[in-house]
């Protein structure tokens, strides 16, 4: 896992990314219904990606999506292996009557492949007689580029979960392999040592990068500001769901919320068996349980999520239970690695 993580910092990774949820949000009404359910702006031109939440009625999380624009009318929303089903329902379910929109499942008709890492840009550039520059495809786009000598059309989207350089390449299932192989062509091409990888990998590399997971540190019972999501907010959009309660929030917390989101550091630079769930303790007290936990070969140092008292200042020491023992460990800055993003926009 060190060494697929180093490779994407480092170098290039690829990883198969099909088992993720991915349905499409067609018709004359879809804008509206997505305007509604998610809370970020999606009425954003055609070819643009959007990372949003979709909320319940109280503020708290029930998706955390991304939403490409593939035409004026259409939409495809991209979701965890495990959500498809209840993130279609809700959408589904927030259809009013007589609207001309259709929710469909396309998770079996299309694989993605990620493609990310510094040396990205080379290795997509030898595989594609297409511009795939900063101004061809700027980040948080998407833009059709052929790969490969069988020409597989691929919707190449500029973002990534690792936080480095890259693309989100989504392909017809049945050029799948064919787009794969052109790629490991293309790095061989461009003297690029690239590495597949794999999910253990990426939770490593995530949480090195503050990014978050639906499931573990995203959950109904927590709101986007806890979350520090609240860039992701359009409060001033219009009406959606869950836009009455976060106002609410705000209204009532005017310096920011009571508790919040926070990076941790667990232990000296050894690998430890931290598996997330583990008590997090201040003066011993215990305050709240790990969301997620991984060993972070860039920093060098294992790695956490917690909620914690929004006083709780950086740098503050926390101890973690770590079976019959409690590890020290101290509160982080939010983001690790790169905290502008500057390597992302490369």
Same mark, same amino acid.
């Given at each position: 896992?060190?060494?697929?993580?180093?490779?994407?910092?480092?170098?290039?990774?690829?990883?198969?990314?099909?088992?993720?949820?991915?349905?499409?949000?067609?018709?004359?009404?879809?804008?509206?219904?997505?305007?509604?359910?998610?809370?970020?702006?999606?009425?954003?031109?055609?070819?643009?990606?959007?990372?949003?939440?979709?909320?319940?009625? &109280?503020?708290?999380?029930?998706?955390?999506?991304?939403?490409?624009?593939?035409?004026?009318?259409?939409?495809?929303?991209?979701?965890?292996?495990?959500?498809?089903?209840?993130?279609?329902?809700?959408? &589904?379910?927030?259809?009013?009557?007589?609207?001309?929109?259709?929710?469909?499942?396309?998770?079996?008709?299309?694989?993605?492949?990620?493609?990310?890492?510094?040396?990205? &840009?080379?290795?997509?550039?030898?595989?594609?007689?297409?511009?795939?520059?900063?101004?061809?495809?700027?980040?948080?786009?998407?833009?059709?580029?052929?790969?490969?000598?069988?020409?597989?059309?691929?919707?190449?989207?500029?973002?990534?979960?690792?936080?480095?350089?890259?693309?989100?390449?989504?392909?017809?299932?049945?050029?799948?392999?064919?787009?794969?192989?052109?790629?490991?062509?293309?790095?061989?091409?461009?003297?690029?040592?690239?590495?597949?990888?794999?999910?253990?990998?990426?939770?490593?590399?995530?949480?090195?990068?503050?990014?978050?997971?639906?499931?573990?540190?995203?959950?109904?019972?927590?709101?986007?500001?806890?979350?520090?999501?609240?860039? *992701?907010?359009?409060?001033?959009?219009?009406?959606?769901?869950?836009?009455?309660?976060?106002?609410?929030?705000?209204?009532?917390?005017?310096?920011?919320?009571?508790?919040?989101?926070?990076?941790?550091?667990?232990?000296?630079?050894?690998?430890?068996?931290?598996?997330?769930?583990?008590?997090?303790?201040?003066?011993?007290?215990?305050?709240?349980?790990?969301?997620?936990?991984?060993?972070?070969?860039?920093?060098?140092?294992?790695?956490?999520?917690?909620?914690?008292?929004?006083?709780?200042?950086?740098?503050?020491?926390?101890?973690?239970?770590? *079976?019959?023992?409690?590890?020290?460990?101290?509160?982080?800055?939010?983001?690790?690695?790169?905290?502008?993003?500057?390597?992302?926009?490369?």
């Amino acid at each position: 896992m060190g060494e697929e993580h180093r490779a994407i910092r480092e170098r290039v990774g690829i990883i198969d990314l099909s088992s993720f949820g991915k349905f499409e949000v067609v018709g004359p009404a879809a804008l509206a219904l997505l305007q509604r359910v998610a809370a970020n702006e999606l009425d954003r031109p055609v070819g643009s990606a959007t990372y949003t939440q979709l909320l319940d009625a &109280r503020g708290g999380i029930l998706a955390d999506v991304t939403v490409t624009r593939l035409g004026p009318a259409r939409f495809r929303v991209l979701t965890g292996a495990g959500y498809l089903a209840a993130d279609m329902g809700w959408v &589904r379910a927030n259809i009013e009557p007589g609207e001309a929109v259709e929710v469909v499942d396309v998770t079996d008709d299309l694989a993605v492949i990620g493609l990310w890492g510094p040396r990205a &840009r080379d290795v997509l550039a030898s595989a594609t007689t297409d511009d795939v520059g900063d101004r061809a495809i700027p980040l948080r786009a998407a833009r059709e580029v052929r790969i490969g000598a069988s020409a597989a059309l691929a919707l190449a989207t500029r973002i990534s979960y690792a936080g480095e350089l890259g693309w989100e390449l989504t392909v017809a299932l049945d050029w799948a392999v064919q787009a794969w192989d052109a790629l490991v062509a293309g790095a061989s091409e461009a003297a690029a040592r690239l590495e597949p990888v794999g999910y253990r990998a990426l939770d490593s590399l995530r949480l090195e990068k503050g990014y978050r997971y639906y499931g573990a540190e995203l959950t109904t019972q927590d709101s986007p500001f806890e979350a520090g999501l609240g860039p *992701f907010v359009r409060l001033a959009k219009g009406e959606f769901i869950g836009r009455d309660a976060l106002r609410a929030m705000r209204e009532a917390e005017p310096a920011g919320p009571a508790r919040r989101l926070r990076t941790v550091t667990i232990g000296g630079d050894d690998w430890l068996p931290v598996y997330g769930g583990e008590a997090v303790r201040l003066g011993g007290e215990v305050v709240g349980r790990l969301r997620s936990a991984a060993f972070g070969d860039t920093i060098g140092r294992t790695l956490g999520t917690v909620y914690l008292p929004s006083d709780v200042a950086e740098a503050a020491a926390i101890e973690v239970d770590v *079976f019959d023992r409690r590890e020290p460990g101290e509160v982080g800055p939010d983001v690790l690695h790169d905290p502008t993003g500057a390597r992302m926009r490369a």
